[in-house]
């Protein structure tokens, strides 16, 4: 089963709020990663927050790690319509250097 | 630099046929790794690599196989093609042998008919 888990598996809101997705896993990590994938392309990197980080920052993007609860938020502040895309978290498992990503969570800001 | 690039861009098989799948990357990169992208499913891990010789299978490798001759390929067989194999698949690379920021390829839309 897949090691990371999102929530909510769709979200929609209006230029200018403030986006939330939360990402939930398994077993203890190296690190964790968000990606985010616009329609039919391939995925990009947006950021890494290591297992001894507990926030990181990027732009309008803010990543928080609860290592004691498995979990993994990430803050998109004054989105626009450009930021619409499907975000996944994706964790890298103590055990080994597997990538595995979660199912999820796709995310329209309506201009 | 190119960067990460896939080939074909899409493909149709016949159930029982087999291909390849090309993926190479122009960055040196040691770690690559093949996905499937299926609806609702997310990204789900078939085969990775940490440099040339080194494969190791991911969460579902059934009926894929892979070779790492060089740093810069690493191509994805199907051996016997399965409706279930109809996918978006991406490979991804990224620097160094551990789990960095990965560089994904544009994919490869497969059907199975």
Partial sequence: SQQGEEDPQALSIQEGENATMNCSYKTSINNLQWYRQNSGRGLVHLILIRSNEREKHSGRLRVTLDTSKKSSSLLITASRAADTASYFCATDARQGGKLIFGQGTELSVKP | ?113
């Fill in chain 2, 1 to 113: 630099n190119a960067g990460v690039t896939q080939t074909p861009k899409f493909q149709v098989l016949k159930t029982g046929q087999s291909m390849t799948l090309q993926c190479a990357q122009d960055m040196n990169h040691e770690y690559m790794s093949w996905y499937r992208q299926d609806p609702g499913m997310g990204l789900r891990l078939i085969h990775y690599s940490v440099g040339a010789g080194i494969t190791d299978q991911g969460e579902v490798p059934n009926g894929y196989n892979v070779s790492r001759s060089t740093t810069e390929d690493f191509p994805l067989r199907l051996l016997s093609a399965a409706p279930s194999q109809t996918s978006v698949y991406f490979c991804a690379s990224s620097y160094g042998t551990g789990i960095r920021e990965q560089y994904f390829g544009p994919g490869t839309r497969l059907t199975v008919t």
